[in-house]
């Protein structure tokens, strides 16, 4: 049993994989679609790696100053992930990962972290994850340089191992991606590429 307890329990955290970030989305990230794509291929060959599969999703209904006519595209954004727009959905490609969790986040705020998000019985993201003894997290998603960056910062203050699957995010900008890569890295964050666990 302790030996069981010292190996943890893992979650597979599929940040924000919508429309609205891949290619002809309102924030469309270059690269997002093949992200996508590629987070279906790696979930349904190793699912069993997880004992739990969460996505997260913005889900916007008036966040506020979060959307602008005129974004700064540093805290405010044009209008994206709307409430019952296809944009807002999970990923076609998604459509066969069937999660263990859904949560969604910033209907009324902007929400960057997944841990800002509640699921349908309005549980937090961090007590999901607690309440099913997970220790370890995987984070993949869009946008590196931002919500996965968040989730990653955020997994670690709630005292998960924490793995960045590094071909399995894309960043808004190279030089954004890097700058996210060494603040996650610094606070404890393990950067690894899928094809290497």
Known sequence: MSEQRTQGRRALLVVDVQPTFCEGGALGVTGGNAVAEGIARYAAEHRDRYDVVVTTQDWHVDPGEHFSETPDYVDTWPPH??????????????ADLHPDVSVRKGEYAAAYSGFEGHDHDGRALGAILRDAGVTDVD????????CV??????????????????????????EQ???ARAAMAEAG??????TDL
């Open 139 to 146: 984070v993949v998603g869009i946008a590196e340089s931002h």
């Open 81 to 94: 992930a709307v409430v019952g727009t296809a944009e807002a959905e999970l990923h076609p490609a998604l």
């Open 177 to 179: 991606g890097e700058a």
């Open 149 to 174: 960056r968040a989730t990653a910062l955020d997994a670690l203050g709630f005292g998960m191992r924490t793995r960045v699957l590094t071909d399995l995010t894309v960043p808004v900008t190279p």
């Open 189 to 194: 964050a393990e950067l690894v590429a899928s």
